[in-house]
């Protein structure tokens, strides 16, 4: 990409963020959805580390299996890759109809899941508005 | 960024919770009703709900809800209450059997007004998380700007 240079990691980052997080707002309304559902088992999406780990992948691009695999340059890479992993939610007390899903848990994860959303989109706005400021030359 | 998938899972838990609530209204309205088109009192109903991944070509997100294992919920039944129906002795009403008693609706006030608290509830709720979806949307379309 040659445009690299001048997004860095950070408008990847932030992209796959609101990408995971948008993932994990279905997920949460799917189990709101469920909350009178009998059997229904909550999940999550769990994404923190995985970014964490590829962020960290990134910043030695000399890991590479083999060595003479071609390593691949950037966080960029890995970063798309992350997918996150769909966990279950094990509520501490599960109704006699089987239904493992805690409302107020629930409302608080997606209250959570939605400010984080706001930050991120705020912070890539930011981002864009000093790329816009730097090729005006106006400050 | 798909915020249509989420919607259309709280929408369909709107739907699914209406439905119960009309039942909720039915049963609440024919507790006393002694007389059915099928014979017999009114008997108590419920709504069985199912989650279901969404319907294929329902959105354009059907495919991430499948990837993600998002469900929708679904009102694949409606049940009527096994439970026999509740007998008072009242031997001038005119469905009295030849002992005296009447056959009322199998229907507990207290237990559809638990219901019913429930039933609104969870419709708040899922309303709450449809505001949510779309508040994230709008603020993604902020970035145009």
């Known amino acids: ?139 | 960024m798909d915020f249509f998938t989420s919607m259309d899972i709280s929408a369909t838990a709107l739907a699914a919770e209406r439905t119960r609530m009309n039942l909720i209204s039915s049963n609440l309205a024919n507790v006393n009703s002694t007389r059915t088109a099928e014979g017999g009192p009114y008997r108590r109903k419920d709504a069985v709900f199912t989650a279901t991944p969404l319907k294929e070509g329902a959105s354009f997100g059907a495919a991430l809800s499948q990837a993600t294992s998002a469900r929708s919920v679904q009102v694949t039944q409606i049940k009527e209450d096994p439970r026999p129906p509740r007998l008072q002795y009242e031997p001038g009403h005119p469905d009295a059997d030849p002992n005296g008693y009447v056959a009322y609706p199998n229907i507990n006030v207290v237990e559809e007004m638990a219901d019913m608290i429930t039933a609104s509830r969870s419709y708040e709720a899922n309303i709450t998380a449809t505001q949510a979806s779309k508040s994230m949307a709008l603020k993604t379309l902020e970035l145009m700007r």
């Open chain 1, 1 to 139: 990409m040659p445009v690299q240079g001048i997004f860095g990691n950070t408008v990847e980052l932030l992209g796959k963020t609101l990408d995971l997080r948008a993932k994990r707002q279905s997920v949460i309304a799917s189990n709101l959805a469920n909350v009178e559902t009998p059997g229904y088992t909550p999940s999550d999406l769990s994404f923190e580390g995985r970014l964490k780990d590829a962020l960290k992948q990134g910043a030695t691009p000399t890991a590479t299996p083999h060595p003479r695999h071609i390593p691949l340059k950037g966080a960029s890479v890995s970063l798309d890759r992350v997918q996150g992993d769909l966990v279950q939610v094990t509520g501490s007390n599960m109704g006699p109809d089987g239904n493992g899903v805690e409302l107020e848990s629930e409302m608080g994860r997606m209250a959570e899941n939605q400010i984080m959303y706001n930050a991120t989109v705020q912070l890539l706005a930011k981002k864009f508005e000093g790329l816009k400021q730097a090729i005006r030359g106006t400050l």
